[in-house]
């Protein structure tokens, strides 16, 4: 129940911006969340291109825990 639900986060971007873009009718009438999101995804793309967030947007997979000390000198370099 307290377990984490890791999910992708470009899969998630993708999903913003299909709906942000969404047309229907063929393209001639705009969907009901059309522009909706145009600011949060310019912040988005900001924030994911910025390599202060790499530890939260770019985890690192690591194949042993076996100390705590070798965590953190991976996450820190």
């Known amino acids: ?7 992708s986060i470009e899969e998630l971007y993708q999903r913003f911006k ?3 873009e969404e047309k229907l009718e063929f393209g001639k009438a705009k ?3 059309h522009g ?3 600011d949060f ?7 994911y291109n910025d390599a202060r967030y790499d530890f ?6 690591h194949n042993n825990s076996a ?11």
């Open 31 to 33: 969907g009901p969340l």
């Open 18 to 20: 299909k709906a942000n």
């Open 56 to 61: 939260f947007l770019h985890p690192q997979k």
């Open 1 to 7: 129940m307290d377990s984490p639900v890791y999910f």
């Open 41 to 47: 995804l310019v912040r988005f793309q900001s924030m």
């Open 67 to 77: 100390s705590l000390e070798g965590l953190c000198v991976i996450s820190l370099a």
């Open 36 to 38: 909706a999101f145009d």
